[in-house]
């Protein structure tokens, strides 16, 4: 089976630095992914880690550790329209099913 | 390319109705998963097509199945509607085949279903 923990709500304000959490238990493990949902848009695929460590795509950057069954998204030099919600997505393998974390509704203020 | 279309956008039905949604894929995706979205319960997987079989089968009652038809279009048809089944259900497509640790969807806009 797959879980996966983020926390509900992080709030930070405009310029600054925030990191999304996502803890995970699953059998058999590729990777980590990540996605953004404006409300009353559709989910976007932001960016994935199949190894442990920081992939960086200009103001995003994710990050894994394996060994900790753990990994964020770090949104730098936050703007207003990066309030939504994102979530993680364990990369997928045979015989599983397409799993999304809980979700994080992130608010930038000004 | 054009992306993900989902019809209809909204609908209103009564409990105990039958309800189709349809899902265009982006152009040469042969992968279509559907998913339900609740504000409790989050995005909850329903099942993936591939080449017109079900490939996967998230855990929703036997109400909720679905087609793909050869040119990749997929349908899923919601039968005796209860009020529970109000959310907004999206769709997405993959280039995704057999390979493992893939799973960049694009997703649709959705359909939002309210059962009244």
């Known amino acids: 089976g797959q879980s996966l923990e983020q926390p509900s709500e992080v709030t930070a304000v405009e310029g600054a630095i925030v990191q999304i959490n996502c803890t995970y238990q699953t059998s058999g493990f590729y990777g980590l992914s990540w996605y953004q949902q404006h409300d009353g848009g559709a989910p976007t695929f932001l960016s994935y880690?199949?190894?442990?460590g920081l992939e960086e795509t200009g103001r995003f950057s994710s990050f894994l550790s394996r060994s900790d069954s753990y990994g964020y998204l770090l949104l730098q030099e936050l703007q207003m329209k990066d309030s939504a919600s994102y979530f993680c997505?364990?990369?997928?393998?045979?015989?599983?099913?397409?799993?999304f974390g809980p979700g994080t509704r992130l608010s930038v203020l000004p | 390319k054009a992306g993900v279309t989902q019809t209809p956008r909204y609908l209103i039905k009564t409990r105990g109705q039958q309800v189709t949604l349809s899902c265009s894929p982006i152009s040469g995706h042969r992968s279509v998963s559907w998913y339900q979205q609740t504000p409790g319960q989050g995005l909850q997987f329903l099942f993936e097509?591939?080449?017109?079989?079900?490939?996967n089968k998230g855990n929703f009652p036997g109400r909720f199945s679905g087609r793909q038809f050869s040119n990749s279009r997929s349908e899923m048809n919601v039968s005796t509607l209860e009020l529970g089944d109000s959310a907004l259900y999206l769709c997405?497509?993959?280039?995704?085949?057999?390979?493992?640790?893939?799973?960049?969807?694009?997703f649709g806009p959705g359909t939002r279903l309210t059962v009244l």
């Open positions: 097509y591939f080449s017109e079989t079900q490939r």
């Open positions: 880690n199949a190894l442990d």
């Open positions: 997405a497509s993959s280039s995704r085949g057999f390979e493992r640790g893939y799973n960049e969807q694009f």
């Open positions: 997505a364990p990369l997928w393998d045979y015989g599983q099913n397409f799993v």
